[in-house]
């Protein structure tokens, strides 16, 4: 028990000093970038072949479902033939590549409609509402966070404690069932929680698909208002949910920078309370933040299927949930694909945003 | 740091003590838990009224002397249902959790002691598991495999694999060098032996806290699932499917369907949660938060 306590490194980056930024440095930062994008190569491969896997594993005989329900013996075997199932593994995956390749993700029961278009359709929705939940929570969970640990122990302290414990415990559907009830039912506050917008409006025209960047672009004030009051609870529900995280590690990164050596230097030197922490102990602090970002998007991907489900939410989450519930397949796969391939690419943007920030975290020492 | 360093030689008790006493609701979350564990138990044996049992004279209810939760659409005790309905949830979590506790941890001890090409694979497998959002594999898995409750346990366990396995590799690789583990080489123990006797056993108490943790997530996922349909099917009671149709009756009012079994869900993850942290103190006062 007692040799675990002292013999890890001390994960403390922080404390090192910043590297100086000379014309090797753009170079540098360009080969980590170029590295780090390479490393994305192999993931990108493994989601695509764990998708397949998934999609071969489909119960029963993949042709006969994909035939359909009136298929005979021959169609079946046509099917087979079409799909590509009589060949063998490696050439079904490689078949199965080109078509992903070829922006194939196979044609939707439910929509009849190619898996890509629907997806493609229903993103903006999805991504408004991610979007919006994310930005409400980083604005409240930053700074709850960077205040608990400057007033460690104090009721602000425990406050954040609680907060995250029970925000990490809240299952996101309930609290939007619970929200509902309040604010809808109760409060009468919030409109009828069934989609982006209540069907007296028109939905504006199509420009970015986020209905509160159209409608302003259109100037449709009234438009913008009503599709805010249809948005403000699923995204206070997902807010709700994202909080937790992103309020601990705040905090755990500014009581961590705020013990360093350069901050009891700064205080040494006589500088303000108010820019050692602000300027020199939250600058630090803000990069392993971001890094946390890319956790919570799990989170929030995930999470995003029930809050579209409890509020009829027409993004990519309920339309995953609907063809779940006709066992469309192509649907579901090409949704988890979707799905992987989104947070893959976002984790890359921040990574890439990290080294770009942050001049001394180089990829190359990997 | 306001951490208090502990002086060594005080015995494990005294330190388990000393850490319930300084922090009480760790001892609350084991309360929690020990309820919880009885009402999985001796649950379905104590409640009031048979869970699946309709009474459409009945339906609807709000919470009464009779009915302490209220009545379902289908006049369906919701106090016996709540209760009962935790046996399903725990075993559904616990198995998942034992699924990738033994796996994560074969495959992570493999990966840390023989390193090389395993390393390297594995690590590729977990990165590649860990780079699709959680529940949405998790989703994909019970579609592909079939809609069954045992479907929910293995895509619950193989999303939590990688968790379990870079926990293990990380405190097995760290030993695979040390003095005691040269001597039990020395000694003739042949390699499964050392990794499995002798390294293995100094993984367990970060592996316990992140079963705890994961627990709680665990429970989450698969009430997750049966709220949009997967896995466990009506009438059986189970949090996540009661809370999907008390969501029907919320926007007429009726609360209790759906408050009940949402509020006995938070607090199995509530206290999951809360047990990991304390855990977390009684294994690494260095990390307590």
């Known amino acids: 028990m007692s040799d675990r306590l002292g013999v890890r490194p001390k994960m403390s980056l922080l404390t090192r000093f910043r590297s100086d930024a000379g014309p090797g440095n753009l170079k540098r930062t360009l080969t980590a970038i170029s590295l780090r994008i390479a490393q994305t190569l192999p993931v990108l491969i493994g989601v695509v072949l764990i998708s397949f896997v998934l999609t071969r594993a489909l119960p029963g005989d993949p042709a006969a479902y994909f035939a359909g329900v009136l298929a005979d013996e021959a169609s079946i075997a046509e099917t087979r033939e079409r799909l590509g ?70 009721w602000v302290d425990h406050l954040c404690r609680v907060l995250v414990t029970a925000g990490v415990s809240l299952p996101t559907f309930f609290t939007g069932i619970l929200l509902i009830y309040i604010f809808y039912y109760v409060l009468g506050w919030a409109p009828s929680p069934l989609g982006r917008l209540d069907f007296i409006y028109l939905s504006p025209p199509h420009v970015t ?158 | 740091m306001s951490d208090v360093a502990i002086p060594r030689q005080q015995s494990r008790w005294a330190h388990i003590a000393y850490v319930l006493r300084d922090n009480p609701v760790t001892l609350v979350a084991f309360s929690m838990f020990a309820f919880l ?33 209220g009545t379902d659409s289908l006049g369906r005790d919701v106090f016996s249902r709540v209760i009962v309905a935790t046996r399903l949830d725990l075993t559904i979590s616990v198995a998942a959790v034992a699924l990738s506790f033994v796996i994560g941890g074969v495959l992570g001890a493999i990966a840390g002691y023989w390193g ?65 583990v040269q001597s039990a080489r020395l000694a003739g123990n042949s390699h499964i032996r050392v990794v499995a ?44 499917i009661m809370v999907a149709e008390g969501a029907n009756f919320i ?19 509530f206290t999951f949660n809360l047990m990991g942290d304390g855990l977390r103190d009684l294994v690494d006062p260095r990390r307590r938060t």
């Open chain 2, 251 to 269: 926007v007429s009012g009726q609360w209790w369907v759906a408050l009940f079994p949402g509020l006995w869900l938070m607090l199995a993850v």
């Open chain 2, 37 to 69: 564990v009885l009402s999985a138990v001796f649950g379905p044996a104590l409640v009031p009224y048979d869970p699946l049992a309709t009474n459409a004279a009945n339906a609807l209810q709000p919470p009464n002397w009779q009915h302490w939760f």
């Open chain 1, 85 to 154: 199932l009589d060949r063998s593994v490696f050439e079904q995956f490689l078949l199965y590549a080109g078509d992903l390749l070829r922006g194939d993700l196979g044609i939707s029961l439910n929509t009849g409609q190619p898996v890509l278009t629907d997806l493609a359709e229903r993103l903006p929705a999805s991504l408004e509402l991610t979007l919006t939940a994310l930005i409400i929570s980083c604005l409240i969970a930053v700074p709850l966070g960077v205040w608990a640990a400057v007033r460690q122990g104090s």
């Open chain 2, 116 to 180: 090389g090409w395993w390393d390297a694979i594995l690590n590729r497998l977990f990165d590649t598991i860990m780079a699709f959002p959680l529940f949405v594999l998790a989703m994909g898995i019970v579609a592909a495999l079939g809609n069954t409750v045992e479907n929910i346990i293995y895509a619950t366990a193989i999303i939590n694999i990688p968790f379990y396995a870079r926990v293990v590799r990380a405190e097995v690789n760290i030993r695979r060098e040390a003095g005691f």
């Open chain 1, 209 to 366: 698909g986020f209905y509160l960047i159209d409608s302003l672009i259109a100037g449709d004030t009234e438009t913008f208002f009503a599709a805010a009051r249809q948005l403000a609870l699923p995204a206070i529900t997902l807010a709700l949910f994202t909080l937790a995280p992103i309020a601990r590690m705040t905090r755990a990164a500014m009581l961590s920078a705020l013990s360093s050596d350069y901050i009891r230097t700064a205080r040494a030197a006589g500088l303000t309370p108010r820019t050692v922490r602000y300027r020199y102990a939250l600058g630090n602090a803000l990069l392993p933040v971001v890094t946390t970002l890319g956790m919570v998007f799990s989170f929030v991907l995930g999470a995003n299927v029930l809050v579209e489900k409890v509020f009829a939410w027409p993004g990519i989450g309920s339309y995953a949930v609907e063809a779940l519930v006709a066992s469309d397949y192509a649907a579901v796969q090409g949704f988890v694909l979707a799905m992987a391939v989104l947070f893959v690419l976002l984790n890359l943007v921040i990574d890439l945003s990290y080294a770009l920030i942050d001049p001394r975290i180089g990829f190359g020492a990997k």
């Open chain 2, 197 to 240: 006797f002798h390294i293995f056993p100094n993984a367990l108490p970060p592996m316990m806290v992140q079963v705890s943790l994961n627990l709680g997530w665990a429970i989450l996922n698969a009430a997750g699932l049966s709220f949009i349909g997967l896995g466990v099917r009506p009438p059986t009671p189970e949090w996540g």
